[in-house]
């Protein structure tokens, strides 16, 4: 279960931003997780909004996307994405969808992202 790992470090992370920005408020927060960064998005959702209660974050909206995996193979050229639903989410074996190579270049899909942090700063008067 490292959701709750990623979770914590994602939620402090929004919240140092936001308050090394003078925020008073987080309403929005954007994450992008790739298919093989080996996260549940539903699980990583639960514990955030867990973590969030009695933060700046806590009335934010958090929207996870999930980012295909995209490979590229040296042995027939293929370069796009691949379906990882009918593979072991612990420890998907990867392949050439064309020609089944074992040994390919993985282009997109491993990282987690904030992507996007909205706050609210108060108005400044002059």
Known sequence: ???LSM?????SSVIETAEDNN???VTEVIIEIG??????PE????????????TIVENAKITI?????EIECPKCGYNGEID?????????LIECPKCKNKRIRILN?????????VIEQEDKEE
């Open 35 to 40: 298919r093989l960064a080996m996260l549940n």
């Open 84 to 92: 990882l639903d009918e593979l072991d989410h612990y420890a998907p």
């Open 43 to 54: 699980q990583l959702k639960f514990m955030m909004d867990v973590l969030v209660e009695n």
């Open 7 to 11: 979770a914590q470090g994602i939620i």
């Open 1 to 3: 279960m490292h959701e």
């Open 23 to 25: 925020a008073i408020d």
């Open 65 to 69: 996307n999930e980012i295909p995996a």
């Open 109 to 117: 899909g491993k990282d987690c992202i904030v992507k996007n942090i």
